[in-house]
């Protein structure tokens, strides 16, 4: 016997309500995309150390404002939070999988490989998105998204270049793409159980707890008491932290309801535009006019795979219509065993 969780959005969406998915999935993989210029200008933190802080502060945070929120609506019963054993398990994968096994195994491939390598394996992200969450519910991929997805991850190749690496670099960038898939498919359960700002909240606080774990273990219990946090790096991390940690995982997991993990998954192109202002702001390179022929491919691809159809097909996403309803609904329905 299998348990469904079903994920609601329109069948017939109006233009707004997929306006908003683009604009928040755009914004969140840009707000990603600007992380690593910014995290590595922070020189005065181990990289552990730094990453488990700006979840800790993002975590903090986003708890405090639940409590807040949560009392103001007592009058209201707001409907409290029970957690499943299944929940429990996706919370865990979600941190330790999607958020701290996606830190570690990134940057540890950015000590073996180089940094283009690492983009080029992370831009088949869409392509697995548009294949993989659509057979999750038994459904046949869109044709039109895959090809999207396929243009997206040609442009974004172009922009970043190939790289050199070694078969141990290979396999970590491997782990990191895993990661980053599982930081989408599993969070699409728990948005229908507790929705975007609980999930996010959520993510923030197991991300968070792992990566206080392995700092503990890798940068040793001294290393957030010995150091010397500049107001530069401090500012950063806060950045990281509020901009980053909260901003595009809550902008991400608004997209997730509203375009599905196929579509939303063709933004992930904009990392490196992201990646590119912020390096452009810190001083640290400017594109060379080439970048441009790449994001017009990246655009190209993204239009393709949004791009309004008469008839849906199937991209992870089933629609069953609802009588006495102008608008019917579509449960996205991932089966659990």
């Not at 294949?131 to 869109?142: D, E, T």
């Not at 790289?163 to 498919?185: M, N, R, S, V, W």
Request: positive net charge; hydrophobic residues 55%.
């Amino acid at each position: 016997m299998s348990e469904t969780t079903t994920l609601q959005s329109p069948v017939a969406p109006g233009l707004g309500h997929k306006a908003t998915g683009a604009l928040a999935a755009g914004l969140s993989l840009f707000l990603i995309g600007t992380s690593a210029p910014v995290a590595a200008t922070i020189h005065e933190v181990p990289l552990l150390t730094g990453q488990a802080a700006r979840y800790l502060v993002a975590g903090l945070l986003l708890v405090a404002i639940m409590i807040i929120r949560r009392s103001l609506q007592r009058s209201r019963r707001p409907t409290p939070i029970r957690l499943r054993r299944s929940d429990l398990l996706d919370i865990v994968l979600l941190g330790t999988v999607g958020i701290a096994g996606f830190n570690v195994f990134l940057v540890s491939a950015s000590y073996r490989v180089d940094p283009a390598l690492v983009g080029t394996v992370l831009a088949a992200t869409p392509v697995l998105l548009a294949v993989i969450s659509p057979l999750l519910v038994r459904c046949r991929p869109s044709g039109r998204v895959v090809v999207g997805a396929v243009v997206v991850t040609a442009g974004t190749v172009y922009i970043t270049g190939v790289g050199a690496a070694d078969p141990l670099g290979i396999l970590l960038c491997a782990g990191a793409l895993a990661c980053e898939l599982a930081f989408t498919l599993v969070a699409v359960r728990l948005i229908e159980r507790f929705g975007t700002f609980a999930t996010t909240t959520l993510a923030a606080v197991s991300g968070g707890a792992v990566l206080i774990m392995a700092a503990l273990i890798f940068d040793g219990p001294g290393a957030a008491t010995t150091i010397m946090v500049t107001p530069g790096d401090a500012v950063r991390i806060l950045y990281l932290a509020l901009a980053v940690a909260i901003g595009a995982n809550l902008a991400w997991y608004l997209a997730l309801p509203r375009l599905g993990p196929a579509r939303s998954g063709l933004f992930y192109a904009l990392s490196p535009v992201g990646a590119i202002a912020a390096s452009a702001v810190l001083g640290i390179g400017l594109p060379a006019p080439v970048v441009l022929v790449g994001l017009g491919v990246v655009a190209l691809g993204v239009i393709i795979g949004i791009w309004p159809q008469r008839i849906e097909p199937n991209d992870g996403v089933r629609r069953t219509p609802q009588r006495g309803t102008t608008h019917a609904r579509e449960p996205v329905s991932i089966n659990r065993p």
